[in-house]
Structure formats: C-alpha cells, structure tokens
Nanobody
C-alpha cells in the first residue's frame, strides 16, 4: 500500500508562487499515476493535475500556471503553482493509483493524502 504525505502549503499573496510536494512510501512508485486535487470552501473537489510516465494532464483552471512533475528516485511528485489567484485557495490533496492500463488522468484514484492548505490573499 502506498502512503502519501503532502507538504508545502501556506499563505501567499496573489501573483505569488508555491511548490507542493507529495512523498510516497510503501511500494515502487514509478507505476503509480500521481494526481493533485483540491477542494475550496463550499466547493466540490476539483482535478488539478496528474502525471504517469510521459502522460500529463491539467485542469482547465490551472493550465499555463501550474506544473506537475515527479522524481521517481525520490518517490515524490511536485506541483509548482505560479501566478496564484485567490480562487486557488483550497486544501490540496495528493492522490495515487496503480496504472495497469492507460486511463483518464482526472480520476478515479484509490489512495489519498491528508491534504495541505493553500491560501491566496488578494
């Protein structure tokens, strides 16, 4: 079983940047699709980005501003967030699933981290 621990959240002003990290432990990491989701106040959970091997996908609201990457040697996936907006304020969750065959990267996922808060002030 893969366990996920997010870090890197915090408070930032609009226009600023943050980098989230998600460390995975428990099983070989490279065959897992890794995703980021978020849930803002009184909002539904939203797909942000995901990556497996050479495939990457982004949610429409973050395209051009966020970049997902992974370091298989460190069992870590990153989310670089630039040009942050107040509407990016949310709890950000790391997610994982074993990728037996190629599937849509925006879900579903089996494993979830505890979440990290990102707050963007105007």
């Amino acid at each position: 079983q893969v366990q996920l621990v997010e870090s890197g959240g915090g408070l930032v002003q609009a226009g600023g940047s943050l980098r989230l990290s998600c460390a995975a432990s428990g099983r070989p990491f490279r065959n897992y699709a890794m995703g980021w989701f978020r849930q803002g106040p009184e909002k539904e959970r939203e797909f942000v980005a995901a990556i497996i091997r050479s495939r990457i996908s982004y949610g429409d609201s973050v395209k051009g501003r966020f970049t997902i990457s992974r370091d298989n040697a460190k069992n870590t996936v990153y989310l670089q967030m630039n040009s942050l907006k107040p509407e990016d304020t949310a709890v950000y969750y790391c997610a994982a699933r074993y990728e037996y065959v190629d599937r849509a990267l925006n879900g579903p996922y089996d494993l979830w981290g505890q979440g990290t808060q990102v707050t963007v002030s105007s």
